[in-house]
Each structure stands twice: as structure tokens, then as C-alpha cells.
């Protein structure tokens, strides 16, 4: 079957540096996505890794390794509007995102 | 600027009767998705679309279908509501299956009472 792991939830200081990790068990790997969502709110588009290493984007950078299934979503100098939920989607051999549950991040001040 | 958008945000409904939720891009996407999000689990593919008269299936479909007359409308019919499908939906697009991002609309919540 298909699978990600993400852990359910993580709380960090406003500030702070968090990692946020994602597995994957799929069939087929064509890209992992992350996406930011806020509570009631639609999720938004973060970031998008094909091919291993890291991506850097202002005050957040995706990292990938296809070898091991593995992928991580670093937020740096949190603040307090990066409370919300973070979810990592990988694209399947039928170019299908298979999404984790999501992880809720608490940032406290 | 382009957009999607849903209807209604929100609904509040009875089992048995059915249950239609809009969605209208105008990115000009070919490809459309609906999901469904619930507590504890990843957003589940419930209906896709890849054109005009096309429609699939994805791994939550039981319960639900779609129709795609024109490009940007994919609505999801609820045919007699359950209980079960109190959730949130999301109706979402995208230009390119291979990398494209997936544009997502505001959400609909229904409770099924």
C-alpha cells in the first residue's frame, strides 16, 4: 500500500528552527509537494522537490532524498502566523497525490 | 486573477437527501480533484477529472459522482447523504498532472445530521 508518515503534531518558540519530517511508501515517485494550511482555511503551496537536495525559499526550505523516502520541511525565525498544519503530498505513478495526515505545529511566544 | 471557488461554504443537511457542492475555476485547468478532509487522515481523492466529459474514480468514491459538462465546473453530487460524509471538501486544479501545483478552493463543510 501507500503510505507518509508525518508526525501529528510539534510545538516550537517564535524565533526558534524547526524540522519538520515526512516518509514515504508509494508507488511510483514523481515530486513531493508541501503545503501550509490554517486552521478553516484551504491549503496553500509551500514548496515542490523532484530531484534530491534542498530547495531554499525565503524563510523555508524543502529537502529531498529519494533514496531513502525522506523529505523535510525546514521553517526558520518562526513567527507567530506559522501556526497552522503542514502537509506533505507525494505524486504517484499515476501523477496522484497521496497526502499525509498533516502535522500541527504550535509555535508559543 | 484566477480563482476557484465553491458553494455553498457551508451546509447543514439531512440523511437521505441529496447534496450538490459547486465548483468553478478560472485558471482554464483541465485537470480538477475533489477531496474530502477529516480529522486524523490525509485529504482523500474522492472524484477526478481530466477534460471535458471525463470523470473518475478515485480510492473514497462510493456515495458521491461528478460531472465535468465544461472546464471549469466539476460539481459533487452527494446522491443520499450519510451521516459518514459529514466532512470538509475541497475542490482543487491543476495545469500540469507531471509538476503542476494543486490550486485549491475555500472549502465546503457539510454535516449530515
Known amino acids: 500500500g501507500q503510505n507518509i508518515d508525518q508526525p501529528t503534531e510539534m510545538t516550537a518558540t517564535e524565533g526558534a528552527i524547526v524540522q519538520i519530517n515526512c516518509t514515504y511508501q508509494?508507488?511510483?515517485?514523481?515530486?513531493l509537494f508541501w503545503y501550509q494550511q490554517h486552521a478553516g482555511e484551504a491549503p496553500t503551496f509551500l514548496s515542490y522537490?523532484?530531484l534530491d537536495g534542498l530547495e531554499e525559499k525565503g524563510r523555508f526550505s524543502s529537502f529531498l532524498s529519494r533514496s531513502k523516502g525522506y523529505s523535510y520541511l525546514l521553517l526558520k525565525e518562526l513567527q507567530m502566523k506559522d501556526s497552522a498544519s503542514y502537509l506533505c503530498a507525494v505524486v504517484d505513478s499515476n501523477y496522484q497525490l497521496i497526502w499525509g495526515a498533516g502535522t500541527k505545529l504550535i509555535i508559543k511566544p | 486573477d484566477a480563482e476557484i471557488t465553491q458553494s455553498p461554504r457551508h451546509k447543514i443537511t439531512e440523511t437521505g437527501r441529496q447534496v450538490t457542492l459547486a465548483c468553478h475555476q478560472t485558471w482554464n485547468h483541465n485537470n480538477m480533484f475533489w477531496y474530502r478532509q477529516d480529522l486524523g487522515h490525509g485529504l482523500r481523492l474522492i472524484h477526478y477529472s481530466y477534460g471535458v466529459q471525463d470523470t473518475n474514480k478515485g480510492e473514497v468514491s462510493d456515495g458521491y459522482s461528478v460531472s465535468r459538462s465544461n472546464t471549469e465546473d466539476l460539481p459533487l453530487t452527494l446522491e443520499s447523504a450519510a451521516s459518514s460524509q459529514t466532512s470538509v471538501y475541497f475542490c482543487a486544479s491543476r495545469e500540469r498532472l507531471e509538476s503542476g501545483e494543486l490550486f485549491f478552493g475555500e472549502g465546503s463543510r457539510l454535516t449530515v445530521l
Open positions: 522537490n523532484v
Open positions: 508509494t508507488s511510483g515517485f514523481n515530486g
